[in-house]
């Protein structure tokens, strides 16, 4: 298997990128004890840039991060790359929805169109990237939430074509259309390496700087 460690603190994210990698072949490992790494980025893909090459540098092996959010164009973009700290510095997901639903009220919104976001990242420690990719899954904000699946914005978000919450899907309904899964799906496919090819893994055969 592809050894593949993810710079995250996120118990939520790792589970559901080794979900859907393991699947397809890749070792995924979380990479704990890293230094927090300030996300100065305007965009998703700037930020998971910033993570990866952080990781990447760190541990010496090559890397993968990912940034996502929500995008609510009511809202002008936001939550947007601020989604995890919506409301607040260390504020949950109870938080972070009480205060997008306080919002959308106040403009006396029904059914607002919202889109999540993710761009995963793969870099060498020297700070070249390997691979990336973006994923987006549309849909409305209904409240009060429901499902006790799924995390952050889940509740939430009501996706038309499966006809419920992402927190309302399992593991493998929610990857199979989640952004996340669609961005991490098409960096896999970047990852998977020709027959007898080097693989980016941090191992033997795995390319150098």
């Known amino acids: 298997m592809t050894r593949v460690w993810i710079a995250t603190t996120n118990p939520h994210k790792v589970r559901e990128v080794r979900g859907i990698l393991a699947p397809l072949g890749f070792d995924v490992r979380q990479a704990e004890g890293l230094p927090p790494v300030e996300e100065t980025g305007a965009t998703f893909a700037e930020n998971a840039r910033l993570k990866a090459r952080a990781a990447a540098a760190r541990l010496g092996e090559v890397a993968l991060a990912e940034d996502s959010g929500l995008v609510v164009p009511a809202l002008g973009g936001a939550p947007g790359v601020h989604s995890a700290r919506y409301a607040g510095p260390g504020a949950d997901d109870a938080a972070n929805n009480a205060r997008l639903v306080e919002q959308l009220e106040r403009l006396g919104l029904h059914d607002p169109p919202a889109a999540f976001v993710c761009h995963a990242v793969l870099a060498r420690p020297d700070g070249t990237l390997v691979a990336e990719a973006e994923g987006r899954v549309e849909g409305v904000l209904r409240w009060p939430g429901r499902g006790t699946r799924g995390f952050g914005y889940d509740p939430l978000f009501f996706h038309p074509p499966s006809g ?46």
Not at 192 to 202: N, S, V
Request: charged residues 15%; aromatic residues 0%; positive net charge.
């Open 164 to 209: 419920g919450r992402l927190a309302e899907l399992d593991a493998a309904q929610k990857s199979a259309v989640s952004h996340r899964g669609q961005a991490l799906r098409a960096l896999a496919r970047a990852l998977r390496p020709p027959p007898g090819a080097a693989a980016p893994g941090g191992g033997p055969g795995a390319p150098g700087p």
